[in-house]
């Protein structure tokens, strides 16, 4: 009869080591919801370091929103076509018509310094030029519309 009184404590003492797993499980639930956070935070994060070295996709989004209005990359429209433009002499797409101010410009070519020049202030580029832009003043901007502009 004594041993039988001796299997009951053994289940006691099962019971009293159920309460603190089920805290385990709570803490591993905070440590999943605080690792959530940082994750997305830690992705905005690295989205800015990829644009600041010429991000091609925003420049794409700045052309549409600045450029588009105007220009085209396969053909002349209000502006001359720009898909062939980078690397390429200033003022040489064919069957556009150019401002003076600008084919003054034709022995230049339109380097990546170029471009950014002209971007950030047309008029300071070639004075009088047809072009009515008034300029990009972010620096990001620019780079990433030159680097979409070399495809
Ligand atoms: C209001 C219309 C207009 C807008 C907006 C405009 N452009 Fe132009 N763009 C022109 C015109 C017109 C010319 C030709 C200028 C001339 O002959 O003096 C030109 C010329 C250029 C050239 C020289 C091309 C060549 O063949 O030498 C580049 C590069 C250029 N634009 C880029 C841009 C970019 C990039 C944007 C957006 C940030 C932009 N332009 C916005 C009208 C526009």
């Known amino acids: 009869m004594k041993e039988e009184k001796e299997e009951p404590k053994v289940y006691e003492i099962t019971e009293d080591d159920q309460p603190p797993e089920l805290e385990q499980v709570d803490i591993e639930k905070e440590r ?45 429209s209000v502006g001359p076509a720009l898909g062939a433009v980078a690397g390429f002499a200033i003022a040489s797409q064919e069957g556009f018509q150019y401002s003076a101010a600008l084919s003054a410009k034709a022995t230049l070519k339109w380097s990546d310094t170029n471009l950014d020049k002209w971007l950030a202030n047309p008029s300071g580029f070639a004075p009088g030029n047809a072009m009515a832009f008034a300029g990009i003043d972010s620096g990001k901007d620019r780079a990433d519309l030159i680097a979409y502009l070399k495809g």
């Open 32 to 76: 999943l919801e605080k690792q959530a956070a940082p994750e997305e935070k830690s992705a905005v994060v690295m989205a800015p370091k990829k644009k600041a070295a010429g991000d091609p996709a925003n420049g794409e989004k700045v052309f549409k929103s600045l450029c588009s209005v105007c220009h085209s990359l396969a053909a002349n």
